[in-house]
């Protein structure tokens, strides 16, 4: 029987065409055959322009490769959350998780009780916040991933493999000098908190809104893994992050946030707000001496190969 891999999440790509046919007959797997039509320019150059990717996403490279593929191949689309099972009992020979695992399957209930020690007020990430609310995060984080793998660990076949790429942060950090993803999101904090005191919206609209994102440092992933009786660690690397490089623009850097959290805060605070607040987000970014060097930039991606036993 041929190996089945799966891409969990692997790629989205919101201007490709696919057109999905459904082979014949139908096999135990639901197998499905997937054309996909692709535009052939791939100048992902930056946060502007029909080919960045605010507009679109890092996944062409995958999908590049995929188009090259001379012969079939079967693809099958699940929708649905990856905490749970997705996929039919051991009938994965490899799984691929790549960039995904940063976001929590929702916001930890404690940070938007008002009775809660762990309550969110004036913030909605926890960089900065009270070691309540970190706490409420990280063990959201543990769970998900903890619930992640035994759905994977149902789906893999006994020895089967599973590659992670886990965005994270360094142990240590440097806000003086360094930034990551998290300090970024800190300072969409510190627009809205600004727009609320202009009178935009109501303060309380910050004290109810926090992001659903966790970057785990290298040790606590570890740890969280180790918990797990389905899979062993068979590699652990720290990669430097790839895509540091890309963004040196204040106004690149804005739109590439945007295209990332607009859904989320336009749910909240509505559209109305979204070209102020970027606009807020580019100034400061563009005023602070740290934020554009890419050198500062000390966001981490966590690889991670694990064998299901
Ligand atoms: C930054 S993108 C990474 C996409 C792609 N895997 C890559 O490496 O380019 C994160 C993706 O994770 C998806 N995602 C987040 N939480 C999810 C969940 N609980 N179940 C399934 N997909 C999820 C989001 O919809 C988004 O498409």
Redesign the pocket.
């Known amino acids: 029987m041929a190996q089945l891999y799966a891409?969990?999440?692997?790629?989205?790509y919101p201007r490709m065409s696919i057109r999905m046919t459904l082979s014949s007959p139908l096999d135990s797997r639901h197998r499905i055959q997937c054309h996909v039509e692709l535009p052939n320019l791939y100048a992902m150059n930056g946060g502007e322009g029909p080919n960045s990717y605010a507009q679109n996403?890092?996944?062409h490279l995958?999908i590049f490769r995929f188009k090259h593929l001379s012969r079939n191949y079967h693809a099958v689309g699940v929708p649905?959350?990856?905490?749970g099972r997705i996929l039919p009992e051991a009938s994965l020979d490899f799984a691929y998780?790549?960039?995904?695992l940063n976001?929590?399957?929702e916001v930890p209930k404690e940070v938007a009780d008002h009775n809660s020690p762990a309550w969110n007020n004036g913030k909605v990430h926890y960089t900065e916040a009270r070691q309540e609310v970190f706490d409420a995060y990280s063990n959201h984080y543990a769970s998900?991933i903890a619930a992640f793998l035994d759905a994977r660990a149902k789906e893999l076949v006994q020895g089967g493999l599973m590659a992670l790429?886990v965005?994270a942060v360094p142990a240590f950090k440097n806000y003086g000098t360094s930034y990551t993803t998290p300090t970024e999101m800190d300072l969409i904090d510190s627009c809205l908190v600004d727009m609320a005191k202009k009178g935009r919206f109501r303060e309380e609209k910050v004290d109810s809104f926090n992001f659903p994102l966790y970057f785990t440092i290298p040790e606590e992933l570890k740890i969280t893994i180790a918990r797990s009786d389905s899979f062993n660690i068979e590699r652990m690397e720290i990669l430097n992050n790839p895509g540091k490089r890309t963004l040196p623009r204040a106004n690149a850097r804005a739109t590439y946030l945007r295209a990332?959290f607009e859904g989320l805060l336009i749910n909240h605070f509505g559209s109305e707000i979204m070209d102020e607040l970027f606009e807020l987000y580019a100034k400061k970014l563009a005023a602070s001496p740290h934020f554009l060097g890419p050198d500062n930039e000390k966001s981490i991606i966590i690889f991670v190969l694990l064998k299901h036993n």
């Open positions: 891409m969990v999440n692997c790629f989205q996403s890092s996944y995958c649905g959350p990856f905490h998780c790549s960039c995904t976001w929590l399957s998900n790429l965005p990332v």
